[in-house]
């Protein structure tokens, strides 16, 4: 039995401890917001949060997930209100879309760690995450829109 | 308001008993507890007790919610904004009540030009511009005529706005409101159609309808699907097109946790399982063995040896002005060159997947489909069932690029055989890698052109001899897609049409047969004729020793929309003013789907590496519906054309495909995305496609940029320094 937590809420599961992470986030809790795209950390779709920190949990078994906080794009909020969201809403940032919860994940934790980004530090925290509609310049915008929202409100 | 009379029976191939059929329906509930729609459509079908189904395009709902029903896919492209802006234009519905739904497969929603269920070839908007006006058309005349009858008015003195309908000191009655009464009433023989210089929302930037959904990890792509009790299957594909299946040992994996059926399909070997990853894992424990066939000593450096020596000889004439051979030999100056471009991959983000529920005497499937009509007749054929007995639900797509208009409905048909052994419902997921090399490629493409000019510089002679495979030939699709011609229109699309101003001009194909499924890609013959083309026009200016841009001009002069998009690329991009040591700047126009294309290119070379600064992107795309949604695409396009010219490949040897993922067949990624300024000319022209236009410019751009920079020319995809000439 492995222990986490997902979105706060703790999760007991009896799986194969080699199952990736991805696969069990999908398919064993139902949350379909995180994406397969490669299955060797080449894409960044399947991007979530452990402990804080952007993985690709499509190379991450899920026993490395034991006892910690998980957080996918389902939670990152309900409600669309993180500035990153927000900033996504309104530069209209999805074609397909497919990509964009992990380009939101991945963005998250340099929002945190940089809360002012140049392009540069865009560039270095966003280069996993690859989007085939070529939704970066929009990506990049948003990103700093974002920034600037949230050192207006806060970030989540 | 100013409004045109049109009548219905002029409509574009649409059957009026079809088009207009009002009814009173129960809404029903969407597709088992899923969400296919927007956030509007999905309110409206849980809390609205009745609505008002104007027509196959529209509902409305007691609650004031309107459903447009999209008869095209989102991929990416924008369709369940565009279309759906159309028909709320015409309705005057109030935008934040407007929500999207996907067209169940029927011959209702046929595209009005192809005459089946399918989005390709950038003609959503140019198709359903017509279409989707009328529908809201028609709508709001029903709802006006309930609303007259309610205040026993005539219906010419009520007006409408932002979904309510008006009479003076009547007041006002919204649109939920007369939904009931409107779905009473006869629809309308003649329908009213705005000026477009009325227009409220369309010609306006609006925020896309699907985007909330995708930020929240709630949009349901065909791998999200879930049903009850459904398995997951993966399949052990052939190594080499064309193998057959000898035997198959899956004493190891048969013991697998979660393995519930192994079995041979005419795909390959099926492992059905509870989960993808027990199935995939099983499925690499299989020791298969396979009859290689034809194929297995095929190698791609061979092929273009092939091609090259094909190229030597006359091929199916295509086009022919003037003498271009006499022309050539009496020209002041000539040169040659020989373009090659790849095998691409359409590397759709979400890898292909299927979901079948195969019952005795029905079936439903559920897919990110481009092509409802043949993908339900071919698995209604793999089911042994007949049309009407198949439902196939559209999902949103995760990219399509057109790989999901696949001629065999491969991805599908191999599903309803995996579901048949299931007995199960079932969902078949290629990996990354069964994605990639399960072929329906962009095929590789050899461009031989010989040009010559006179002595004042001018082009007198132009010879383009291409090789390469068609897409059409073999395909239920041909006699249609081929007209008769004895070559494939869409291997020579974009140099069969060559605008420039010159008298001898042949163009010859060669059909190459080889045993590699390929297919349409974004943009099609296009992604390769515009890099072959806008290249040579650059080394023709070369010859002539004139600017590339002032060139062009000089030969476009009967052209004028290639000349506005080249102006305004040009202007805009500052052409002709000096650039940063180490800088080059290249251009490249072309004309494909409808639609006018420029591209100014910035580029620097630094130890063999091309970095791509600045594209500055023109377009024209005639009448247009979202210039927002337009700049996205332009965009898209010029990455999707860039990622190709510097990174992408397929190779085989030995008969086996050398890439596999991301890491072998490259997609540009932010660190390397340049800026971009798409500049839309606006103007009242036929409307044009956008999907694919903004492709095939990029290339050439930076082709030219290069040699601008270099003094390198580059006649083979993707960009290798070391190949320059």
Redesign the interface.
């Known amino acids: 039995m492995i222990a986490f937590s997902v979105n706060e809420k703790r999760v007991d599961l009896d799986a194969?401890p080699s199952?990736?992470l991805l696969?069990v986030i999908?398919?064993?809790l139902?949350?379909?917001?995180?994406?397969?795209?490669?299955?060797?950390a080449?894409?960044g779709?399947c991007t979530v949060h452990m402990n804080g920190e952007a993985v690709r949990s499509c190379v991450t078994p899920v026993s490395r997930a034991a006892g910690k906080e998980v957080t996918?794009?389902?939670g990152?909020?309900?409600d669309?209100s993180n500035p990153l969201?927000l900033a996504?809403?309104?530069e209209?940032?999805?074609?397909?879309?497919?990509?964009?919860?992990g380009q939101?994940m991945s963005a998250a934790v340099l929002l945190r760690e940089k809360p002012n980004p140049s392009d540069e530090d865009?560039?270095?925290a966003?280069?996993?995450?690859?989007?085939?509609?070529?939704?970066?310049?929009?990506?990049?915008r948003a990103i700093h829109r974002a920034a600037e929202m949230a050192a207006k409100g806060g970030l989540r | 308001m100013i409004r045109r009379k049109i009548s219905l029976g002029s409509s574009a191939g649409m059957e009026r008993r079809n088009f207009l059929k009002a009814s009173v329906m129960a809404s029903g509930g969407l597709l088992i507890g899923f969400r296919f729609a927007g956030a509007a459509a999905l309110a409206s079908a849980e809390t609205s007790p009745t609505s008002f189904m104007a027509n196959a395009f529209v509902r409305i709902g007691t609650d004031e919610r309107v459903t447009v029903i999209v008869n095209h896919s989102e991929m990416g492209q924008g369709v369940y904004t565009s279309l759906p802006m159309l028909l709320a234009e015409e309705l005057d519905a109030d935008w934040s009540k407007v929500g999207f739904e996907p067209a169940p497969v029927d011959a209702k929603y046929n595209h009005p030009a192809f005459g089946m269920q399918i989005t390709g070839g950038s003609s959503s908007v140019w198709s359903g511009l017509e279409q989707f006006r009328q529908a809201g058309a028609a709508a709001r005349a029903m709802l006006v005529a309930a609303a007259a009858q309610q205040w026993n008015v005539d219906p010419a003195s009520c007006r409408t706005e932002s979904g309510a309908v008006f009479n003076g000191s009547n007041g006002k009655l919204t649109y939920g409101r007369l939904a009931e009464a409107a779905a009473r009433l006869t629809p309308p023989a003649q329908l009213q159609l705005k000026d477009p210089k009325t227009y409220k929302l369309v010609g306006k930037p609006i925020q896309r309808l699907d985007t909330p959904e995708k930020l929240n990890g709630k949009a349901v792509f065909g791998i999200d699907v879930k049903l009850p009790g459904m398995l997951t299957a993966v399949i052990a594909r052939p190594p080499i097109f064309g193998a057959k299946l000898k035997s198959f040992d899956d004493s190891r994996a048969r013991s697998m946790p979660g393995i519930r059926t192994i079995v041979a399909i005419p795909a390959g070997v099926a492992v059905i399982a509870e989960t993808f990853w027990q199935a995939k894992v099983a499925r690499d424990a299989l020791r298969v063995e396979w009859d290689e066939g034809s194929m297995h000593d095929f190698d791609t450096t061979k092929m273009m040896q092939d091609f090259r020596e094909r190229a030597k000889s006359p091929g199916t004439s295509v086009r022919k002005d003037g003498d271009a051979t006499a022309a050539l030999e009496t020209a002041a100056k000539k040169i040659e060159a020989v373009y090659e471009v790849p095998y691409l991959s359409h590397l759709m983000m979400e890898p292909l997947n299927c979901v079948v529920d195969l019952r005795s005497d029905s079936c439903e499937v559920w897919t990110g489909s481009q092509f409802q009509t043949v993908d339900r007749a071919n698995a209604a054929k793999a089911a042994g069932l007949p049309n009407e007995k198949v439902q196939l639900h559209t999902t949103f797509l995760g990219g399509g690029f057109g790989r999901r208009a696949n001629p065999q409905s491969d991805f599908v048909v191999e599903a309803v055989y995996v579901a048949k052994a299931a007995g199960t419902p079932v969902k078949v997921i290629w990996t990354r890698e069964d994605d990639m090399q399960g072929g329906w490629y962009r095929p590789a493409f050899l461009h031989a052109i010989e040009g010559g000019i006179d002595a004042s510089g001018n082009p007198v002679s132009w010879r383009s001899r291409l090789v390469g495979q068609s897409i059409m030939a073999g395909t239920p699709f041909a006699a249609m897609m081929m007209k008769g011609k004895a070559y494939d229109p869409a291997s020579v699309e974009g140099v069969d049409d060559l605008p420039y101003a010159i008298p001898n001009v042949t163009v010859e194909s060669h059909q190459a047969e080889v045993n590699v499924p390929v297919q349409w890609l974004r943009s099609v013959g296009h992604s390769h004729t515009a890099f072959a083309v806008e290249c040579f026009v650059d080394e023709l200016a070369g010859l002539a020793q004139k600017d590339p841009y002032q060139f062009r001009r000089g030969l476009l002069q009967k052209q004028p929309r290639h000349l506005g998009v080249l102006d305004l690329a040009a202007q805009k991009a500052g052409w002709g003013k000096p650039l940063a040591k180490g800088m080059g700047r290249g251009i490249a126009v072309h004309f494909a789907f409808g639609s006018y294309s420029a591209h100014v290119v910035e580029v620097s070379v630094a130890e063999g590496k091309v970095r791509v600064h600045r594209m500055v992107c023109a377009i024209d795309c005639g009448e247009y519906v979202n210039p927002g949604i337009i700049a996205a695409q332009t965009e898209s396009g010029a990455i999707f054309g860039a990622s190709a010219a510097l990174f992408q490949e397929l190779t085989f040897a030995k008969g086996r495909l050398q890439q596999t993922n991301f890491n072998t067949f490259p997609v540009m990624r932010i660190n390397e995305c340049p800026e971009i300024e798409t500049y839309i000319v606006g103007n009242k022209e036929k409307a044009g496609g956008i999907g694919e236009p903004g492709v095939p410019c990029a290339a050439p751009a930076i082709a030219n940029a290069i040699y601008a920079v270099t003094g390198k020319r580059i006649r083979r995809l993707p960009i290798r320094m070391t190949e320059a000439v």
């Open positions: 194969d199952t990736p696969w999908r398919e064993y139902g949350l379909t917001g995180t994406k397969y795209g490669c299955g060797m080449q894409c779709a996918t794009i389902e990152l909020s309900p669309l969201q996504w809403l309104q209209d940032v999805p074609q397909c879309g497919y990509c964009q919860s939101l865009i560039d270095e966003m280069t996993g995450n690859i989007c085939r509609c070529g939704t970066y310049p929009r990506i990049r």
